[in-house]
């Protein structure tokens, strides 16, 4: 099986990082009091690799967190009889930092409103943002992202695979008919 299209090849996941770095720190005047946290599984990887970024811009340490967002989603019992828990991890305090959620692809708005819900039950930030990798359209909340790397309008018989060089051995984002998948 292959992809309808590569939308984004490992330089362009690279480049759209780096805007995304610039445009935090544009944004928020620096990197002082920032914190990223990283939505299981892809946004964790990607919410280290802006954190390495902004500190090497910036020249602050950016701490960074990962959020298990399964209890919060509003769709569980359609998910899975034994949904799996992966861990949430937050070493720092929320209070008086803005923190940038960070997820792969934003789709219904769905994963970001229980990200949020999780979010406030560990503390209460300054502010929160969210940045994604892909926003491909389609919302069913009234959710959008702060900062985007790529906006690809799809079709509901679509389905945008982001992959990783941590998980999956190379940075890309795929395009797929739902179809072929199955």
Known sequence: MTPKAIILTPDEVRRALTR????IIERNKG??????????TRGIPLAARLAQKLSEL???AVPTGM????????????????????????????RDRR????DDVLYTGRTV????????????????QLAVLVDRGHRELPIRAD?????????????????VQETDGVDS??????????
């Not at 995304?20 to 445009?23: D, F, G, Q, R, V």
Request: aromatic share 4%; net charge negative; glycine share 6%.
């Open 20 to 23: 995304i770095a610039h445009e």
């Open 31 to 40: 990197a002082e009091q920032l914190a990223l946290i990283g939505v299981h």
């Open 58 to 60: 910036e020249g602050v």
């Open 147 to 163: 900062y985007v790397g790529k906006n690809l309008p799809t079709a509901a018989g679509e389905v945008v695979k982001v992959k």
């Open 113 to 128: 409103r229980a990200a949020l819900d999780a979010l406030i039950d560990l503390g209460r930030p300054a502010g929160i």
């Open 67 to 94: 959020l298990d967002i399964t209890l919060y989603r509003d769709d569980l019992s359609e998910v899975a009889q034994q949904p799996i828990i992966r861990e949430t991890q937050v070493p720092f305090d929320l």
């Open 173 to 182: 984002v795929e395009l797929w008919d739902l179809e072929a998948l199955r």
């Open 99 to 102: 923190v940038v959620l960070v």
